[in-house]
């Protein structure tokens, strides 16, 4: 959004550039004085946002903590290198965009550069055009190669895509803003006013459409991402869990190893205690650059009755001293078979050779890996159970296992309906801490977005104001100008929502996503919101301008 910015200020300069030109300035004369002065504002700029950073390290520190991202007492220190990265980069990138929009002016001869200044730009250029269509295969390539990672992947599969959108959005936003500009022609002055502008401003719209469809996309493709891998959790984990009671840990905790084996021993109950661990794997293709497996310490003789990982191949009874079972999107990905060995790191980082016995389903909320409890125990940082299932019915169960919930206070006894609400609150508290990080990236869309619409009807007082003095009225200025500024942000809408579905079109093939989940209700919202930053940042200059006298309108300059 940065480049598109400040590429569409720069293409507002043309007049004054085929003007130095004109007077007999060089390209090279020119073109540094545009780059000294796109310079001299970004680093001014960058000095601005790092004094902004820094007045929001506190609130952003306790939003972090409220989400659980961060523990309690966490504090971000200041380095200067961020700041040096952030605003390098930033004056870097508006350079060269500024360099590549003036290219076609001082590429023409002077009287050339003079005369097409005065028309509005008609065709993109060949570099453009060709940088467009290979971020679109790029985006492309990356929904359908990443098919099975489609939620994971979906936010840089929409960020590819916005880049082609940018440099094809005369083609993409453009065209169809001016054939709806068609369809209103005939609604009188004012659809003639809004139609013959969109027509002949494809650039401008593509410049506010763009920045309207970035906040749509990147928004949209976060709902709904977060809201498809929560119903997966839900479902996989509803289909898991046979176990009539649950055992959780009070406040984030954990449950002594005594809380299984107690319940077990109560008349009819089936027990097992669950191990929240993790697993380095070593073999290629499997280290994950470093991260971490989540895994699963369970017995599974005890789970039998309780648990339910819809097993592919093996067996599960064979989980016993370094046998493990992995899920079958760790299997696909790693190409892992039964039987293979795997070279690991624990959870203490103690060396360990795995044997594979077992391939499942239903990894969504439980992990990739399960490994022996005791395994699981005598690695842990800490030897305690993240939950412990029980199958059973009668008073006297009952009876038993509301004692041990009294007799351990970290124990907390849900039923299966609660444990399933208690899963769906946990799967909500996560998805608003991932909020907190996409809040971050939405607002500076949302800030270019308010500037691009800006800079976009500012370039238009000229044209508003021969509409005045032609006898338009401030009424039929303000309607024309919002009518033509609906259209232009419902056609950024349309390509947002269609960038969001392009992204999630994989998510069915995803084992941790499922059909696509739309939360109306924050869909509505988003869509809402897109609308007012599409009005807002173009009505506001023209408002000012028809509520403007006729005789000042006159020495307006352009």
Not at 422 to 448: C, E, F, P, S, Y
Not at 519 to 548: N, S
Request: hydrophobic share 55%.
């Amino acid at each position: 959004m940065l480049a598109g910015t400040v590429a569409f200020a720069a293409e507002r300069r043309r007049r004054e550039i085929a003007l130095l030109r004109a007077i007999g300035a060089t390209p090279g004369q020119v073109r540094w004085r545009l780059i000294r002065q796109i310079a001299s504002i970004g680093l001014l700029a960058g000095a601005a946002g790092c004094l902004a950073a820094r007045a929001l390290f506190t609130p952003f520190t306790h939003a972090l903590i409220s989400a659980r991202l961060a523990p309690t007492g966490f504090r971000i220190t200041p380095i200067w290198i961020p700041y040096a990265i952030a605003v390098g980069v930033g004056v870097v990138v508006a350079a060269l965009a500024t360099a590549l929009a003036a290219r076609r002016a001082l590429a023409a001869r002077p009287g050339e550069a003079l005369l097409a200044s005065a028309l509005p730009p008609r065709r993109m250029s060949a570099i453009r055009s060709l940088l467009g269509l290979v971020a679109l295969g790029g985006g492309l390539t990356l929904v359908i190669v990443l098919a099975s990672s489609a939620l994971s992947f979906a936010t840089l599969a929409a960020f590819v895509f916005m880049i082609a959108v940018a440099l094809l959005g005369p083609v993409l936003l453009g065209w169809p803003a001016a054939v709806a500009g068609r369809a209103v022609l005939p609604a009188g002055g004012v659809g003639f006013l809004a139609g013959t502008a969109l027509g002949a401003g494809r650039f401008r719209v593509a410049a506010v459409g763009a920045a309207v469809a970035l906040v749509v996309a990147l928004t949209g493709t976060q709902v709904v991402s977060l809201a498809t891998a929560q119903r997966a959790t839900e479902r996989v984990t509803a289909a898991r869990t046979l176990a009539d009671y649950v055992f959780v840990p009070r406040a984030g905790g954990g449950l002594p190893a005594s809380v299984a084996a107690t319940a077990a021993k109560l008349p009819g109950a089936s027990a097992t205690g669950m191990v929240s661990t993790q697993v380095f794997l070593l073999d290629r293709g499997l280290t994950r650059q470093g991260s971490s497996w989540n895994a699963a310490g369970l017995d599974p003789a005890a789970a039998r009755d309780t648990l339910s990982l819809d097993v592919r191949s093996g067996s599960l009874a064979d989980v016993r001293g370094m046998g493990v079972a992995v899920s079958d999107t760790l299997a696909r990905d790693g190409g892992v078979t039964v039987g293979q060995l795997l070279q690991a790191l624990l959870a203490d980082a103690a060396p360990a050779q795995l044997r594979v016995v077992a391939i499942y389903r239903r990894a969504n909320g439980l992990g990739d890996v399960v490994v022996p409890r005791q395994l699981a125990l005598a690695h842990a940082t800490a030897a305690l159970d993240s939950a412990v299932f029980v199958s059973g019915q009668g008073t006297a169960l009952l009876r038993g296992l509301d004692a041990i919930a009294h007799r351990v206070p970290t124990a907390v006894l849900r039923t299966h309906a609660e444990y399933l609400a208690g899963v769906r609150a946990d799967g909500q508290q996560n998805a608003r801490a991932q909020w907190v990080i996409a809040a971050l990236m939405i607002a500076i869309a949302v800030m270019a977005a308010l500037n691009t619409g800006a800079m976009a009807a500012a370039e238009r007082r000229a044209e508003l104001v021969v509409a005045r003095l032609c006898g338009a009225t401030r009424g039929q200025v303000i309607r024309a100008v919002t009518l033509e500024s609906l259209l232009t942000t419902m056609s950024g809408i349309a390509v947002g929502i269609a960038v969001t579905l392009a992204c999630l079109a994989g998510a069915g093939s995803d084992p941790n996503g499922g059909p696509l989940v739309v939360p109306w209700g924050r869909a509505a919202l988003v869509v809402g919101g897109a609308v007012v930053l599409g009005l807002v940042g173009t009505l506001l200059p023209a408002a000012l301008v028809g509520r403007a006298r006729l005789t000042s309108l006159v020495g307006l300059r352009e």
